[in-house]
């Protein structure tokens, strides 16, 4: 009898931003967490893998495009990202990839465009709210229904920091 294992190689680095320190997370090469500081739903330390050096190859393209985001000089990520989350969720985490920087839209809209009734706005919150790759996944695009600037994982002044350096908020 053979069993089948997957080994996953799993590190992170700590980089500082206009947010505070940021913790990068891959698997494997590609960009599984983008974590803030107090952030909720954090996974435990062990799931972080090891710390590696800042300076890390596998965390090149992340770091340079996140400088260039809080530089003003970069509006999308291009990044190979590899979320942990249910297939639910990463529907969720995909549409928000297709917010475009600057704009906003809500709960109710994204469960729509996945197909889905309104009363799966909820739904949509709890997935939003469990994105692990905040920034990067544009979460912090995610609205109410009545334009209010609802929860925020990594804290409603982070969201507030964010759609003011997008335009968003004036």
Same mark, same amino acid.
């Given at each position: 009898?053979?069993?089948?294992?997957v080994?996953?190689?799993?590190?992170?680095?700590?980089?500082?931003?206009?947010?505070?320190?940021l913790?990068l !997370?891959?698997?494997d $090469?590609?960009?599984?967490a983008?974590?803030?500081?107090?952030q909720?739903?954090?996974?435990?330390d062990?799931r972080?893998?090891d +710390?590696?050096?800042v300076?890390?190859p596998? #965390?090149?393209g992340?770091?340079?495009e996140?400088?260039?985001? #809080?530089a003003?000089?970069?509006?999308?990520? =291009?990044?190979?990202?590899?979320?942990?989350?249910? =297939? #639910?969720?990463?529907a969720?985490w995909?549409r928000?990839? +297709?917010? @475009? #920087?600057?704009?906003?839209t809500?709960? $109710?809209t994204i469960?729509? =465009?996945?197909?889905? @009734?309104?009363?799966?706005?909820?739904?949509?919150?709890?997935? !939003?709210?469990?994105? @692990?790759l905040?920034?990067?996944?544009?979460?912090?695009?995610?609205v109410?229904?009545?334009?209010?600037?609802?929860g925020?994982a990594? $804290?409603? =002044?982070?969201?507030v920091?964010?759609?003011?350096?997008?335009? !968003?908020? !004036?």
């Amino acid at each position: 009898m053979t069993i089948n294992t997957v080994t996953t190689t799993t590190v992170h680095t700590v980089i500082d931003s206009p947010l505070g320190a940021l913790t990068l !997370v891959a698997d494997d $090469g590609r960009l599984a967490a983008l974590y803030m500081t107090a952030q909720r739903h954090l996974p435990p330390d062990a799931r972080l893998g090891d +710390e590696v050096s800042v300076d890390d190859p596998v #965390f090149a393209g992340a770091v340079r495009e996140l400088r260039e985001y #809080f530089a003003g000089d970069r509006t999308s990520f =291009d990044l190979d990202l590899a979320p942990r989350g249910s =297939d #639910f969720q990463r529907a969720v985490w995909l549409r928000l990839r +297709e917010i @475009p #920087f600057g704009v906003t839209t809500t709960y $109710g809209t994204i469960a729509a =465009d996945l197909g889905l @009734p309104p009363s799966a706005a909820r739904a949509v919150g709890g997935a !939003v709210g469990r994105n @692990p790759l905040g920034v990067v996944v544009p979460c912090h695009r995610v609205v109410g229904a009545n334009g209010a600037l609802t929860g925020y994982a990594g $804290g409603l =002044d982070r969201k507030v920091w964010l759609l003011e350096h997008e335009g !968003v908020l !004036v």
